[in-house]
């Protein structure tokens, strides 16, 4: 009998797409694991085949009353993963300690660990988007959220626990089953929007005379391939590590409203609004997943095109909802 595999955040955009892939693959065991609260996130759930749904808490309680001392992998996608979150004490709660007390339970059952580091963590990129353990110490988020992250992967990284887990740095993700996820929704979701109700797109002016309005520059990846990563390693046992998990190729905002107006075969028409803010001194101009580290751990697969991956994005799932 197979050991299950646990998916944390498996009613969120990731999560999600994390625990219908392992279906596809034949994997039914899951343990699923979310906090559905009283919104629509629940319905991301419809249509997955696991063994059990259960709180964040309950799962504690589950782990440290030892009725489960065997599990083939936990993918800890679960967090909170709003950058403008202002609670510093419930993001290190729910972003840094829960995750810590997972990692230990897995590492002492010999349980492959899979967890959700942030390109949040490089803050604004002055000292390059590198993964290399010799890098990571000295960066400096600009929010909460990112330093959450940060916390996590430091600790690992002095314990000297990167050679058997693995953190993967997300970009810019995009695509199916994100809807639940509000203002922290990718820019393709909320363009769609609005140019169904409108028109028109709306992006941020830029503050930085180095950067033309529309011309800030990320790096954007489909979720399709987030997943694609992140099972990579859930199965290979052999590598351990903090590893970027982007394309390794800016794009700007433009370029992405542009493929949103071309997937929905309507006029190109974008408008600049001024930067709220509390976003001001936040804002990453520009991200760019370094991706040498991740090809050398054996992650050769290729990256979907932002215009491709828009575009189906949009064709096969927003316009049939």
């Known amino acids: 009998m197979r050991k299950p595999i646990i998916v944390t955040g498996a009613a969120g955009f990731i999560g999600r797409n994390i625990a219908a892939e392992l ?7 899951l343990i699923l694991v979310d906090s559905l609260g009283s919104d629509e996130k629940w319905k991301n759930l419809v249509g997955l085949e696991y063994e059990d749904l259960l709180q964040p808490d309950d799962f504690l309680s589950v782990l440290t009353g030892k009725s489960l001392n065997k599990a083939e992998a936990i993918i800890h996608m679960g967090a909170c993963s709003a950058t403008t979150e202002r609670d510093a004490d419930f993001l290190l709660e729910n972003n840094y300690r829960y995750t810590r007390t997972l990692a230990e339970w897995a590492l002492c059952r010999d349980v492959r660990f899979v967890y959700a580091s942030s390109a949040a963590t490089y803050g604004d990129g002055a000292q390059g988007y590198s993964d290399e353990d ?3 110490p000295a960066l400096r988020p600009l929010n909460m959220y990112g330093y959450s992250k940060h916390m996590f992967d430091t600790w690992a990284l002095r ?6 887990i693995v953190g993967l740095k997300f970009f810019n993700v995009y695509g199916p089953y994100e809807q639940h996820k509000g ?4 820019v393709v979701h909320k363009s769609f929007g609005q140019v169904l109700g409108r028109g028109y797109i709306e992006l941020f ?3 930085k005379p180095d950067y033309a309005d529309g011309e800030q520059m990320r790096d954007f990846i489909y979720v399709k391939d987030v997943v694609d990563v992140c099972l990579h390693f859930a199965f290979q046992k052999s590598c351990g590590g ?3 998990c982007g394309t390794g190729k800016a794009r700007t905002w433009k370029a992405l409203a542009t493929a949103v107006f071309v997937a929905l075969d309507k006029q190109v028409d974008i408008r600049f609004i001024d930067m709220p803010e509390q976003l001001k001194g936040k804002y990453q101009y520009f991200t760019q997943a370094e991706a040498a580290k991740l090809r050398k751990a054996g992650y050769d697969a290729p990256f979907t095109e932002l215009e491709d991956g828009v575009k189906d994005y949009i064709q096969n799932y927003l316009l049939k909802q």
């Open 183 to 186: 203002d922290m929704r990718s």
């Open 23 to 29: 279906n596809r693959r034949g994997f039914k065991n």
């Open 159 to 164: 314990n000297g626990l990167l050679d058997e």
């Open 242 to 244: 903090l590893f970027n």
């Open 134 to 136: 010799s890098e990571t």
């Open 205 to 207: 002016k830029s503050d």
